[in-house]
């Protein structure tokens, strides 16, 4: 199937977005990503996201906590005629959304499996309206990416799970090759896109003196294609829940 192209977009409202503060340990850094207050589409306590927290080790393993009143509630409430399910975890090392990790079975409120997903090898972006039948504003915003063939490998394997108001995902990025400081940019949302968070974390690399300002502003030179992305023809597939 035909990959659409990115359409190029400013990031100074996404990194805007959310305040970010990271602490060092002696081989982690945890960065919490604290949502604005604003308000979601629908309830706030269905749909509310309040922060996001990253930990990242010297092993490269990522945990990324989303605290969500919509955590547990996946497959319970429609949406377009259909049921809202928990988004993929939207990665991106500079250069767009280059990378998801991609979770199996959104209908769970449990948790399962999941795969770190390069989009080039991938089948293409979802949206809001490919999961849900809606001309709203948010139809067009990217909530997961449809893996290809041979994506789904023990080597990008990681897992995700469902807790007391948290939605967390485990995987490891040492096949990004990333640079030292390490950052990347990281965004979660419902399939609805009721609620959505974003911002840029740290690795626990070797060299921390470049200033968080400066740091995003280098993120922000590279990404200005990073939000909103064009949609791929869907016609004849079916989505995976």
Known sequence: MKKRSVINTLLVALLLSGFATSAW????????IIDPPDNPYGADNIYGISSMNVNWNSNDDV?????TAFAGKSNAYYYGGSKILYG???ISTGSGWDYAFHIHNKTSNVGGDGWLIDYANSDGYLE???YHNTNESRKNTVVAVDHGANQLTAANQG????????VSFSFNVSSLNLSDPAQLAFRWAMTCANDIISGVAYG?????QVPEPAILALFLSGLVGFGVMRKRSLKGTLLEA
Not at 25 to 32: D, E, H, L, P, Q
Not at 63 to 67: F, K, L, R
């Open 159 to 166: 897992s995700w799970s469902v807790g007391s108001g948290v």
């Open 25 to 32: 340990a002696a081989n982690s850094v945890t960065t919490t």
């Open 204 to 208: 626990p690399g070797g060299n921390h």
């Open 128 to 130: 809001v309206q490919d």
């Open 88 to 90: 993929d975890l939207m």
């Open 63 to 67: 945990v990324v906590d989303v605290y």
